[in-house]
C-alpha cells in the first residue's frame, strides 16, 4: 500500500521506529488489532454492503478504526455517526472546486515539524500518526514524512523555539502526540520545561476519545510530573462516542490536568443538528470537558460531502445559545489562511 511508507501509518510507527515501547501496553495493542479494511469493518456491522458507498481498494488515506470505537457504532445502522467519521466513502474520489490539498496554507507555515502561525504558541507536528483515520481530516493530505518532527529532528525545532522569548506556549499535535511513548512524551516535556518563558504545555489527541485505555497510570504519571500547566484539548464530535471507559478517562484527564477542553469539527450528516450537539456539550460536560471550538470544515480535497454551509452553521450556534448555558456552546470557528488567529464566527 502507498501509504505505508508514510507516518500517517497507524500503530505508532514514528514511536516504535525510535524506540522498544514497554512490551505491548493495552492501548498499543489496540492499535494493533484495529479494522483497516472497510470489509471487515462492514461484516463485523452486519451491514448490507449495499447499503454504503464504501471506497474499498486503492486510497491514499488509509482507514483505521480501533475496535474500542467500532463497538460504540449500531449495528446494522449504515447512516450511524461515528461510521460516518471513518468508513472511506466513493464521494472522497470527486474533486470539488475549492476543496484542495493544503486549504490552511500550512506548508507555508512548517519548518522542522514546526508551525508558527499565532503569535505566542508554536504547534510542534509531534507525529504524523492518529489512533484513527478521520474521513474529513484537515491534515489527509500533509506531508508528515518531510515535516515530522521525528525525534531525531525533535532537537533542531526545540533548538528554533528555544530563542523565541515571547513564546508562552508549546502545543503537541500531528498526527496524534500521544501515540508516543510516554518516555518520548516525557522527553518532549522535559525539552519544554527547558524553555524559561513557556508555562503551558497543551495536547491535541483524540485517543482519550478514540482509546480511552490510553489514559494510563504512566500517562498521568507524567502530566502531573511537570511544573508546565497542562491544556488537554480532546476530539470529539457525537455524543455517542462518550461511553463508560470515555467518561472515566476524560475525569481522570481532568483531574490531572489544568484544563481540559474539546474541539468538534460540524459535519453533515454526522452533528449537524441541534439535539446532538446539545447532548454532546452535556455528556462533554458530565465528563469534566468543556467545549472549546466548532470548527467549519477546512475545504480539503476528499471532504466536500461533510461541508456544512456557514448559515446552517449559524443557524445551530443561535439555536444552542438559547438552550445552553453559555459555557456549554462552542465557539463557531473557521481557519482562514494569514489571519492571526482563528477566525469566530457570530
Ligand atoms: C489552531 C492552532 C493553534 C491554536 O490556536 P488557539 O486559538 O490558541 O487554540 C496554534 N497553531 C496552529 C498552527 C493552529 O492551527
Ligand atoms: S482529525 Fe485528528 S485524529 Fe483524526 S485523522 Fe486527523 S489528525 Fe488524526
Same mark, same amino acid.
Given at each position: 500500500m502507498k501509504q505505508s511508507a508514510a507516518p500517517f501509518d497507524p500503530a505508532g510507527q514514528a514511536a516504535r521506529e525510535d524506540e522498544q515501547p514497554s512490551p505491548s501496553a493495552g492501548w498499543q495493542h489496540a492499535l494493533r488489532d484495529a479494522f483497516r479494511t472497510p470489509r471487515d469493518l462492514i461484516a463485523f456491522l452486519q451491514l448490507d454492503p449495499g447499503s454504503v458507498s464504501a471506497l474499498d481498494g486503492a486510497t491514499d488515506f488509509s482507514m483505521l478504526v480501533p475496535r474500542s470505537f467500532v463497538a460504540r457504532m449500531r449495528k446494522g445502522d449504515p447512516h450511524d455517526p461515528l461510521l460516518r467519521q471513518v468508513l472511506p466513502d466513493s464521494s472522497e474520489r470527486e474533486t470539488v472546486p475549492g476543496f484542495d490539498r493544503d486549504p490552511l496554507a500550512e506548508m507555508r507555515f512548517a519548518s522542522d515539524g514546526v508551525i508558527r502561525k499565532y503569535s505566542g504558541r508554536a504547534l510542534l507536528i509531534a507525529t504524523g500518526a492518529c489512533p484513527v483515520h478521520c474521513r474529513y481530516c484537515f491534515r489527509r493530505?500533509?506531508?508528515y514524512a518531510e515535516q515530522l518532527a521525528s525525534r531525531q529532528r525533535w532537537s533542531r525545532a526545540i533548538a528554533t523555539l528555544r530563542d523565541e522569548p515571547e513564546l508562552t506556549e508549546v502545543i503537541l499535535s500531528g498526527g496524534d502526540p500521544l501515540t508516543l511513548t510516554d518516555d518520548a512524551i516525557m522527553e518532549l516535556v522535559r525539552a519544554v520545561e527547558e524553555m524559561e518563558n513557556v508555562h503551558t504545555l497543551r495536547l491535541h489527541s483524540r485517543f482519550p476519545i478514540m482509546i480511552p485505555e490510553r489514559v494510563d497510570r504512566q500517562l498521568l504519571k507524567v502530566l502531573t510530573g511537570t511544573r508546565l500547566r497542562i491544556v488537554m484539548v480532546v476530539h470529539c464530535n457525537h455524543p455517542n462516542e462518550i461511553d463508560g471507559a470515555v467518561q472515566s478517562a476524560l475525569l481522570? %484527564?481532568?483531574a490531572a490536568t489544568a484544563q481540559l477542553l474539546n474541539q468538534s469539527v460540524l459535519l453533515h450528516r454526522v452533528n449537524d443538528n441541534e439535539e446532538d450537539l446539545a447532548q454532546l456539550s452535556e455528556k462533554l460536560f458530565d465528563a469534566g470537558v468543556l467545549p472549546y471550538y466548532l470548527h467549519l470544515l477546512d475545504p480539503v480535497a476528499g $471532504?466536500?460531502?461533510?461541508?456544512? $454551509?456557514? @448559515? /446552517?452553521?449559524?443557524? %445551530?450556534? @443561535?439555536?444552542? /445559545? +438559547? /438552550?445552553? &448555558?453559555?459555557?456549554?456552546?462552542?465557539?463557531? =470557528? +473557521?481557519? =482562514? &489562511?494569514?489571519?492571526?488567529?482563528?477566525?469566530?464566527? %457570530?
Open positions: 493530505h500533509f506531508p481522570e %484527564l481532568k $471532504t466536500a460531502h461533510f461541508d456544512v $454551509t456557514e @448559515a /446552517r452553521a449559524k443557524a %445551530l450556534i @443561535a439555536s444552542l /445559545r +438559547r /438552550r445552553l &448555558p453559555g459555557y456549554l456552546v462552542p465557539r463557531l =470557528v +473557521r481557519e =482562514v &489562511p494569514g489571519e492571526p488567529s482563528k477566525t469566530v464566527i %457570530l
